[in-house]
């Protein structure tokens, strides 16, 4: 979309080239139209002709310093002027500049007459005065075709024709001639057969109420050209040409990691979030709460000093703002601060390319680092699927061109799987949340998972959410034998495990207690016993001592009354054995 | 361009068919723009004295304008095809392009003769 200068000299090696300062039209046709030769544009009423031609000029007397002759059968001057004016065209000014010259040729065959042989050596003076007057380089045709409405000798005229374009290029001017379209043939009058270096045809096709504008290059002699129809618009900016087909995987990648908003999601993500320049799809069913996951996205890179640029498809400003307030986002700020830029329209008011066209020039207006758009789905009303894919496609490749984070939406029906994404997105985003709808005991829970993200190590968890007026909360998602459980469920769980817990430490408790008292009672016998074998062993050594004393006094006794019976003294044996316990 | 219905004052038919009728006491004023001295120039030239001389002989302007001298004429009475002849007057102003070989249709086209059927 940008202009390549240095692109434009290579181009210029092969083929001079008259470059249109279109955006877009110099990149698909590799510098502009043939410099020096007649280009044909044709197409439809409608279709953007005038326009293309008269900014062809207008830019080349501006921008590349190349005045410029329009030569009107169409419309007058005045009526030129006014129509460009709205795309900031001041063809006043310029013609004052000699820069620019509007002739308007008017051919009424009513007052015209033929008699004999004639040529348009007068339509030829006129173009060379106007050619002369201002040094053109550029001329424009608009619509040569009237000719042959206002005069009848066709023959003469496509003889005069041909030599018409012949005598430009000789001329040397770089000229745009447009041509109505005709049934089953480019040009109503066959003027393709004369003009044959460079054929482009604009098409403006309507396609279940809406219409989409579209070029393509039919014919470019000696140029290497995208042949595909490339979507274009006529916007405040004048024409632009959106030559985005895939622009390839060839774009940087960012190490550097932003958070999405939500602490504990950036946690979910390998800790620190998303990567910068990455896609980032959330789908989910109906009030998941993807809006609001969206705009926690972009409240955190507002809070970073980063643009945001949010397309929303579905709520206005207004309502996006006071909806995020209930949660407590105030996104307001950032829109007055100018980092936060809405574009609210409906996504069936445009065509597919129309909305592609509006991000890309948005995108370049604006430079966000953040780019929402909410929800993708919504674009896929508006053109079929196939189309939907390849602008997805486009436009990501767009962006990641850029090194913008797209967050894009998508909102999936109940009936379809769950991961199938509407347009089959899901090989080119790089990270995708899954929010769900978990229904259980009469009521709905949100859930949300990391389906994939590519290049960190992401949780496994499906974890619930709250959406509550401090913002997006996400819980531990309790499974139990009946599966998930959310919500009031969760909060029964809980509080079910909770009164488990008591009883299982009052059981604890009680057992400690009983183990105590039966310690303390085994203990209280123990000390009994102790105290019982003690008492008995008292009394062993008592009843010793006095076995001894005993025996003493006996054999003190027998000593005595052996003494005084006068026997033998035989220590110890004079007592026999039986008798020393007696 | 001059209108011819500038009248604030509708006209009849009638009307309208007399004051544009050519009058005989009116003072033909004839351009006939060429592009240099080209035989088709020439021969157109010579068949509009000729014209002229048999049916309005002494009441005739013709003003011939090269335009390979005067470019910027040609705008003025948006000429486009060589050679071409302008009727400024009488009113309303009639173009005739072509060499004007064709004397009938050249007539006609004067309004020197009315539109009959010729069959």
């Keep these: 979309m940008s202009k390549t200068p240095q692109k434009n000299s290579q181009e210029n090696r092969s083929l001079p080239k008259a470059p249109t300062g279109i955006q877009g039209l110099d990149e698909i046709t590799g510098g502009g139209f043939p410099r020096g030769r007649p280009t044909l544009v044709c197409g439809s009423a409608g279709a953007g002709k005038t326009l293309l031609a008269m900014e062809f000029l207008v830019r080349g007397a501006t921008e590349y310093n190349e005045p410029g002759v329009f030569m009107a059968f169409e419309e007058t001057a005045a009526e030129l002027t006014q129509n460009v004016r709205s795309l900031g065209f001041d063809l006043d000014e310029l013609a004052k500049e000699k820069k620019l010259i509007i002739d308007y040729v008017r051919i009424e065959r009513s007052e015209i007459d033929e008699t004999g042989d004639y040529d348009l050596e007068g339509l030829f003076i006129r173009l060379a005065a106007a050619i002369d007057a201002v040094g053109a380089q550029r001329v424009v045709l608009d619509t040569i075709e009237n000719l042959f409405a206002g005069l009848q000798n066709e023959g003469i005229l496509r003889a005069e024709l041909r030599r018409l374009f012949r005598w430009l290029k000789d001329q040397g001017v770089s000229a745009v001639i447009t041509a109505e379209r005709g049934e089953g043939a480019l040009t109503r009058h066959g003027l393709e057969e004369y003009v044959s270096d460079c054929v482009i045809l604009l098409d403006h096709r309507v396609t279940d109420q809406v219409s989409t504008r579209r070029l393509r290059i039919v014919k470019y002699r000696g140029t290497a050209h995208g042949t595909n129809e490339y979507p274009f618009l006529i916007d405040e900016d004048g024409f632009s040409v959106l030559p985005v087909t895939s622009l390839g995987l060839q774009h940087e990648v960012s190490n550097e990691r932003i958070s999405s908003g939500v602490p504990r999601l950036d946690t979910m993500l390998g800790g620190e979030g998303y990567f910068r320049g990455t896609t980032i799809l959330v789908s989910g069913t109906a009030g998941t709460g993807k809006t609001s996951l969206a705009a926690h996205f972009v409240d955190a890179a507002c809070r970073r000093g980063e643009r945001c640029l949010y397309f929303s498809f579905e709520e206005s400003q207004g309502q996006l703002i006071r909806n995020m307030r209930s949660i407590g986002l105030n996104l307001e700020q950032w829109s007055k601060k100018n980092l936060l830029q809405f574009h609210s329209s409906r996504a069936t008011f445009y065509g597919l390319e129309m909305h592609l066209a509006i991000i890309h020039k948005t995108v370049q207006e604006f430079d966000p680092r953040v780019v929402i758009i909410d929800p993708i789905g919504s674009l896929i009303q508006a053109g079929n699927r196939r189309d939907a894919h390849t602008m997805l496609i486009r436009l990501i490749d767009f962006l990641k061109q850029r090194q913008v984070t797209a967050f894009l939406t998508n909102l999936t029906s109940g009936g379809e799987a769950l991961e199938k994404t509407d347009v089959e997105i899901s090989s080119i985003v790089d990270t995708w949340l899954f929010m769900r709808d978990i229904e259980l005991d009469g009521e709905r829970n949100r859930a949300l998972y990391v389906l994939k993200s590519r290049g960190m190590a992401h949780s496994n968890q499906l974890r619930e959410f709250l959406l509550t007026e401090r913002g997006f909360d996400l819980l531990n998602v309790y499974v139990g034998p009946e599966g998930v459980l959310t919500g009031s469920s969760r909060l029964s769980q809980e509080a079910r495990e909770q009164a488990a817990a008591v009883e299982r430490q009052q059981e604890a408790q009680r057992k400690e207690r009983e183990r105590t008292r039966k310690r303390e009672a085994l203990e209280a016998r123990i000390a009994a016993l102790r105290k019982e074998f003690e008492v008995e062993e008292e009394e062993a050594a008592t009843s010793a001592s006095q076995d001894v004393s005993r025996e003493k006094v006996i054999a003190e006794n027998r000593e005595a009354m052996s003494r005084s019976r006068q026997a033998d003294m035989v220590k110890g044996s004079a007592l026999p054995k039986g008798r020393r316990s007696s | ?119």
């Excluded at chain 2, 040609?74 to 064709?102: H, S």
């Excluded at chain 2, 050249?106 to 009959?116: E, S």
């Design chain 2, 1 to 119: 361009m001059k209108k011819a219905g500038d009248q604030v004052q509708p006209l009849s038919l009638q009307e309208i068919a007399e004051k544009n009728e050519p009058t005989d006491e009116q003072v033909w004023e004839l351009r006939l723009y060429v592009a240099g001295q080209t035989p088709r120039s020439l021969a157109a030239f010579a068949n509009l004295k000729k014209i002229c001389e048999e049916h309005l002989a002494g009441r005739y302007n013709i003003e011939v304008v090269d335009l390979v001298k005067h470019p910027q004429l040609a705008a003025g009475d948006q000429i486009l095809a060589i050679p071409t002849l302008v009727r400024k007057l009488p009113q309303p102003l009639r173009k005739i392009v072509g060499d004007l070989r064709d004397t009938e249709r050249a007539l006609v086209g004067l309004q020197l003769r009315p539109a009959t059927p010729e069959k």
